[in-house]
């Protein structure tokens, strides 16, 4: 009320009034004795900082094994990175506002250099928190040493520290993250690369134990390709799982139409018998070469069982192909075969010549067998004999004479597998 007073009359009489000094609060007082005390010791520790790396590398040797590993491999390294981490630590605490900068740039930096190293991300946390550790130990002891009556001040200051040590870890560990997801996706594009070139046949034998360590396989192996193509797009794993059994050491390599799986197989030479769960999913399976370095020619194969395959979806394994594979790798000539050989039956109206072709190749598949293909094609055996007399007759074949026989055979193949 009195100030109101007084301000009015200020007013009145034109003169500003001169505001009365505060008297400083008792916690103010203590946090700036607080910050003169650690600063104080901060100033001592920085003098000090060569055996405060010591003690922080000895306790980082006696309490982490990922660190005593690294120890052994390069000491020198290992303690110029904590002293350059302990100094901008130090360095913060005396001046936290021109620090900065330096020590989360320090701090970074050590996340990465961890990362691309292996150094397991939570030994690196161990050794920030451990480093955080003994600059308050030593802190304390300074203060007790030199001025035991402020060591009570310097809990006024503890939350600062702390909170330091907590920022720098958050530092560190995005850092090292972002590094190793970084490292990861440089490691999967050169395993698709390597996989490309194995796949190709264009690998250089130099590369050959790269690409074995990449892929996860070893150089030396029996190996077969999977072919895939078609199928659930939105399933590629349950594509893959149906073509590969579960256990099997295959490599899958992503194309633009086809996926490939590079399979390494056992001492039988093969796989179990693929099958295709999913419509339109085709499967072609090649045959075994040696050594990772024979990879392309296993592609190739694995590429011709796939052109073998119903568009419709299936699953083909070469080896039991192989008469198809004759054709489906000289299509010209299969074609030109397939004219020779059934060009008359070819030319029929279409029930009539359907009827003759699924006779044909029926008999076939029983194995010459008339009454098993009668009772495939719900007719009498007299039937299917009537049928095959008048397929001889248009072909100028004889299903007698083993030599038209094959020429009979392989001309059906071409026709079933270049859909002609």
């Not at 005593?68 to 000491?75: E, F, K, M, T, Y």
């Not at 050794?127 to 001040?153: C, I, K, M, N």
């Not at 939350?159 to 090292?176: G, I, R, S």
């Not at 790798?329 to 039956?345: C, F, K, M, N, Q």
């Amino acid at each position: 009320m009195q100030h109101a007073v007084r301000s009015r009359a200020a007013i009145r009489t034109g003169l500003t009034p001169v505001p009365r000094p505060r008297t400083p609060s008792v916690a103010s007082l203590m946090d700036a004795d607080a910050v003169r005390v650690l600063h104080r010791a901060a100033r001592a520790l920085l003098e000090d900082l060569p055996d405060l790396t010591d003690r922080l590398v000895a306790l980082l040797e006696e309490q982490e094994p990922a660190y005593r590993a690294a120890l052994v491999r390069d000491p020198s390294a290992t303690w110029q990175e904590a002293h350059r981490s302990l100094r901008h630590s130090v360095a913060s605490l005396l001046d936290p506002r021109g620090a900065r900068d330096a020590a989360r740039r320090c701090s970074w930096r050590i996340g990465a250099a961890r990362a691309e190293q292996g150094l397991p991300l939570d030994a690196l946390l161990h050794a920030f928190r451990l480093g955080g550790s003994l600059v308050w130990q030593r802190l304390v002891e300074e203060t007790s040493r030199t001025a035991p009556e402020d060591v009570r001040l310097l809990v006024h200051v503890a939350a600062d520290v702390w909170n330091f040590v907590d920022e720098h870890c958050t530092l560190v560990a995005d850092a090292y993250r972002q590094t190793e997801w970084q490292l990861g996706r440089r490691r999967e594009n050169r395993a698709r690369l390597l996989a490309a070139g194995l796949l190709d046949g264009t690998t250089r034998i130099a590369d050959l134990p790269e690409a074995a360590q990449a892929l996860g396989l070893p150089e030396q192996g029996r190996y077969v390709v999977v072919a895939l193509a078609g199928g659930p797009s939105a399933r590629p794993d349950a594509a893959r799982a149906a073509a590969v059994p579960p256990g099997t050491s295959v490599h899958w390599h992503a194309g633009a139409d086809v996926d490939y799986g590079i399979v390494l197989t056992g001492a039988d030479d093969g796989l179990p018998d693929p099958h295709s769960p999913f419509p339109g999913l085709r499967i072609g399976v090649g045959s075994p070469v040696d050594g990772l370095a024979a990879v392309g020619d296993a592609r190739r194969l694995a590429d011709t069982a796939l052109e073998i395959c119903p568009l419709a979806g299936g699953a083909v394994r070469l080896a039991d192909r192989l008469p198809a594979a004759l054709v489906v790798t000289s299509p010209e000539l299969g074609r030109s075969l397939a004219e020779r050989v059934l060009g008359p039956l070819l030319r029929l109206e279409a029930a009539d010549r359907e009827v003759l072709l699924d006779t044909l190749t029926t008999w076939l598949d029983c194995d010459g067998s008339a009454q098993r293909a009668g009772e495939r094609l719900y007719c009498h055996r007299n039937t299917v004999l009537n049928r095959l007399r008048r397929c001889e007759q248009l072909t100028g074949r004889s299903l007698a004479r083993p030599a038209d026989l094959v020429e009979i055979s392989l001309a059906l193949t071409a026709r079933q597998v270049l859909h002609a």
